[in-house]
């Protein structure tokens, strides 16, 4: 099917200024072949992945429908997440910019009803939300549906799979009987046909052919590793690529817990994702993996829908997926906004099968790769301090250093090569140390903190990299989770910042501020002026 533009689709002026802006232009094809059937009216069921642009495939018609001067309710849409419920609500809010009246909100579970309940008072034509928190209403006669026109149904499959089958019938029950009932679906089991029968009629199957699924710029690699292994070939293809951000799939969410653990024992910021952690650590986890602070993200599949982050420069498959298809949603993650990216696969022995099956179905090619030897990632962090000893000499005044290393090479045999190469030697050690080294031990000295009960802090970045106090406070909060109100006095100077804790929190913020970055730049803490 030929590539249609939205100017093409016969949309409100609104809407398309609206699009226009987002920056799209073309439809993707799930949108050409969705939006102008969903808008005849008709029941509608659409086979399409994540990633392909489905939101507006039924947000476009859903907008070109509702009567923005009736406040009551005429759109329900369900989603499996609370994280893709919000990012549904905003994407559609977003193609509403520009319609006057028009109210988008969405109700889940994790958040206060009571807060929910005022809002849905104010009335709202299109409500997007999970299916418990959306029947809890209904029940509660909070969300009203006798006006209701349209159900849409998002990622049904992943609904049935979490449970949601009897809440769904129990929603589709409420709803007037003369609707438009859509459902997008990835994957069309038997229960998803059942309740299409149920609640469905004389549907249009809408289907994106397989070949569009794939992801062309995305470098696709597998590496044969043992269980026992994978811990280890992780954490040395971390260290050689060193991407800016991690997506780490797992299948169970023992895993996620057993292997973020192990992760963070190594010293990497890592934290995980999975369903049975309560909403408000979700949110926290989402927002951290957002700003930078947490880099590497473990996730089951179900707990990995909604992300949206466009900076995820690698997945790692540690275990393979259990469905074709996930495979496709999960290196879906990265090479984002005509990015690269790059994804990672572990197999044993009879996977490598399964791996053939998938390259089969995705049309894609996944190669076998070396795992990379101690040698490599040796050699990955000589770079790394060689590009640091480059930014110094460049940046700062070595005099003095240079006379003492004179002095020395004067009074010794050693030449000055021999210096730097035992410099070196003693950078790389000293970094292999840092990242062992445990704090338990450690005690602060006289840090020459104001505050009783404070300790002081040195970070060596300031004015001159254009941070503020609110970049530092964020930081220290962020990486430690320390309530920001504990943080004492933040000194401020040209290459240098101080700033002051309690004591008690004192280790805790060394050591989740090692390795960090305040405004995209590598820094440097330490105790003040320890005696």
Avoid at 56 to 74: E, S, Y
Avoid at 108 to 114: E, K, P
Avoid at 351 to 374: G, H
Avoid at 501 to 520: C, D, F, H, Q, W
């Amino acid at each position: 099917m030929e590539a249609l533009r939205f100017d093409e689709l016969d949309l409100y002026p609104q809407i398309l200024r609206a699009i226009q802006e987002m920056g799209f232009e073309e439809a993707t094809p799930i949108q050409c072949k969705a939006i102008p059937v969903v808008m005849q009216g008709v029941d509608v069921i659409g086979q399409a992945q994540t990633g392909t642009g489905k939101t507006a495939a039924f947000g476009i018609p859903l907008l070109m429908k509702v009567d923005p001067h009736n406040k009551k309710t005429q759109a329900i849409v369900l989603c499996p997440t609370r994280e893709l419920a919000i990012q549904v609500a905003e994407e559609v809010r977003n193609l509403a910019k520009y319609m006057h009246g028009v109210k988008v909100l969405p109700v889940y579970g994790g958040q206060d009803i009571v807060k929910q309940i005022r809002s849905l008072k104010g009335g709202a034509q299109i409500i997007i939300g999970t299916p418990g928190r959306v029947m809890d209403h209904l029940r509660r006669k909070t969300i009203k549906c006798e006006e209701v026109n349209t159900v849409v149904l998002d990622e049904a499959d992943e609904m049935l799979n979490m449970g949601f089958r009897e809440d769904i019938e129990t929603v589709l029950e409420y709803i007037p009987e003369e609707r438009q009932t859509v459902l997008f679906s990835a994957t069309m089991p038997k229960p998803i046909l059942d309740i299409t029968k149920k609640y469905q009629k004389d549907a249009v199957n809408i289907k994106v052919v397989k070949k569009e699924l794939t992801v062309p710029n995305i470098e696709q690699y597998y590496y044969d590793v043992k269980r026992k292994d994978k811990v280890e070939v992780l954490s040395r293809l971390l260290d050689v690529y060193d991407p800016k951000l991690s997506l780490v799939f797992c299948n169970t969410k023992r895993m996620v817990d057993e292997l973020t653990n192990a992760l963070q024992g190594r010293g990497y910021f890592a934290e995980g994702l999975h369903g049975d952690m309560k909403q408000q650590q979700r949110d926290r986890v989402m927002n951290h993996f957002r700003n930078g602070n947490t880099e590497i993200l473990v996730a089951t599949d179900v707990a990995a829908r909604g992300i949206d982050v466009d900076d995820v420069e690698a997945v790692f498959n540690f275990d393979l997926p259990q469905d074709d298809e996930y495979y496709v949603h999960r290196i879906g993650r990265t090479g984002r906004a005509g990015r690269t990216g790059r994804s990672f696969t572990f197999v044993k022995g009879k996977e490598v099968y399964k791996l053939k099956d998938i390259q089969r179905y995705c049309k894609t090619k996944i190669l076998a790769q070396k795992i990379p030897s101690m040698e490599d990632v040796v050699q990955v962090r000589l770079e790394k301090i060689m590009d640091r000893i480059d930014a110094i000499i460049e940046e700062e005044d070595l005099t003095k250093m240079v006379n003492m290393v004179e002095s020395q090479v004067n009074e010794s045999d050693y030449t000055a090569m021999d210096i730097a190469a035992a410099f070196l030697k003693m950078a790389l050690l000293g970094e292999e140390e840092s990242a062992q080294k445990s704090m338990e031990n450690f005690e602060f000295g006289d840090t020459g903190a104001e505050e009783e009960g404070m300790v002081r802090l040195f970070i060596n970045i300031g004015k001159k990299q254009h941070v503020k106090p609110g970049d530092i406070l964020g930081a220290i909060t962020g990486e430690s989770g320390m309530p920001g109100k504990l943080v004492g006095a933040i000194d401020m100077y040209d290459k240098y910042t101080f700033v002051e804790v309690p004591r008690e929190y004192g280790k805790e913020v060394l050591k989740a501020m090692t390795n960090s970055k305040i405004k995209g730049k590598s820094i440097n803490i330490e105790p003040a002026n320890q005696k």
